[in-house]
């Protein structure tokens, strides 16, 4: 049985259940303990966090422009080229995605207006892990969205490598992507930082980015002072897979999410046992091809899992139940399953598209998405996540205040709320009067 309590049928079950190698206790305790230091000691807080975890000694962590301008030079010309492809197709799906929503406004009773706005929130922060790589997508995600999205300033918070200032790559598409400024922090105190200020920075109204799990507490211990994009886990996939899908291919997709992490879970589900034992064959094979110190190599063999369903509908229903990150489809008929399916953070729909194009920003959707079954109630990281809806409304017509008062009235009387009925009357006389002026 898995944590959702459904029965699955495995050809092959993980050998573990994916529990945290950190006990959430310790790090919960953790974290509200940094909190609470760095609101209270502020930068000299930051300093001594900086320097024990991080082992980052600077008299500011603001990255100067000739650091960021340097930046450029260290990354090869060939993969600045093909960056830009993805910054285009990043913010042109930032944009059609504005562009499905629009500000109304309606009459929707004689002399009563009602509308929304879609305004942006004013300040994000954006924290970019580096971690043993630099992963240069996760600026456009969270520094070049909210930025397509009309967010005013967007600062950026990257870990330093080798104690010296954040990753070249990071550097430069952080400020490629607009953010105003970037600092050499990592972890809680970066959170931290940007939630409560930093250097001249006035807090900021909402943190987006994934990592660690201390970072994850941490975006979760602050919530509701700040708001933020998802509480992130372990990356994970799952492919659908029917008896004409390529093994090599599915493979080849289970692995390169796996190596994201030893916690990251790899799920096959397929149609016939035959496939499920080829595609199992096949990922042992690619797996020798592997480095031994690539994670791929742990997460298979505790967290991959192969399902066998009898038909595609119930292969439907099981994704449902995994609600992963990233879902594939190496089935017929696409259409059914874009729209059958209902739980997963993105689709990826065909045998020639895999979660890799996502992630490095090539299709222009947004890899900061939901895990541990949280698609079952959320979508990820979008332009519309940087957007307050805001609803008002105006009584334009005296005539329009006597059936909204006398309606108030009698619904606070019966709730014993006599000041809100007085709120709603003590219009009515005014709104007479203007009646009879007017009339």
Known sequence: MNQSGAEFRYLKAPARAGAASLDPEVVRARVATMLSKIESGGIDAIRRYASELDGYTADSFRVPRPAIEAARGAIDPGVLAHLELSIERVRGFAELQLGSVADVEREIAPGLVVGHRHVPVQ????????????LMASALMTVLVPKTAGVERVI??????????GHPAMLYTADRCGAASIFTLGGVQAVAAMAFGLEGEAPVDMIVGAGNSYVTEAKRQLFGRVGIDLLAGPSEITVIADDAADPEL????LLAQAEHGPGSPAVLICLSAEFGERAVAEVQRQLAELPEGNAAHRAWADVGAVILAGDREEAAQIADEIAPEHLEVHAADPDWWLHRLRNYGSLF????????????GTTG???????????????GLSALRF???????RVDDPAASLPLAEAVAAISAAEDLPAHGASATRRLPRTMSGARRTS
Do not use: E, I, M
């Open 123 to 134: 300040r994000v922060g954006a924290y970019l892990p580096a971690g043993h790589r630099p």
């Open 156 to 165: 950026a918070c990257t870990p330093p490598q080798a104690g010296g200032a």
């Open 250 to 253: 599915v493979a080849a997709d």
């Open 349 to 360: 729909l065909g045998a020639l598209t895999t979660v890799a194009f996502s992630d490095k």
């Open 365 to 379: 959707t947004n890899h900061v998405l939901p895990t541990g079954r949280a698609a079952r109630y959320s979508g």
């Open 387 to 393: 957007l307050k809806t805001l609803t008002y409304q």
